[in-house]
């Protein structure tokens, strides 16, 4: 089975926000700790700036609720269309980011692709047969 990052994009119902918008109004529209508000620089909504989530906007700097979202963008690994899975799942791991924005070779925002979405999309695949005693 190939499965390719552009099958498991979400395209809509993706939180988008402008960067002047405020952390406590942005983080409202989130539905959980590991959700992302992906934040633009236009009003149109096509110019990606970075996300926001709880993680590094509450637990890891403690930001005030006033504070407008500009002044706690944390810049996420780019993905591309053409990156295998291996490299999205070590890039979530690394940045401890579940939703990482989609890029064509323009630089053009695609979607996202999420943890969630990656797992489902993979849970019939023959590395998830494997034991855990046989690793």
């Known amino acids: 089975m190939k499965t390719k990052t552009v099958n498991l994009l979400k395209t809509d119902n993706i939180i988008k926000i402008g960067k002047e918008e405020l952390l406590s109004s942005a983080l409202s529209k989130l539905a959980s700790s590991h959700d992302a508000a ?5 009003e149109k909504k096509t110019e ?3 996300l ?3 993680y590094f906007c509450l637990i890891k700097s403690s930001l005030p609720a006033n504070t407008k979202v500009s002044h706690c963008l944390f810049h ?3 993905i591309y269309t053409n990156s295998s899975i291996s ?5 979530m791991n690394d940045s401890k980011i579940h ?6 070779e323009q630089e053009v925002l695609l979607g996202i692709i999420s943890a969630r979405r990656m797992l489902t ?5 023959q590395v998830f047969k494997v034991t855990i005693e046989s690793i």
């Not at 939703?99 to 064509?104: A, G, Q």
């Not at 999309?121 to 695949?125: H, K």
Request: glycine residues 4%; without cysteine; charged residues 15%.
């Open 76 to 78: 996420p690994p780019k």
């Open 121 to 125: 999309a993979l849970q019939d695949s």
């Open 99 to 104: 939703y990482l924005p989609v890029f064509n």
């Open 52 to 54: 926001i989530n709880p």
């Open 48 to 50: 990606f700036a970075g």
């Open 87 to 91: 490299k999205v799942a070590q890039s």
């Open 38 to 42: 992906f934040v633009f620089n236009d």
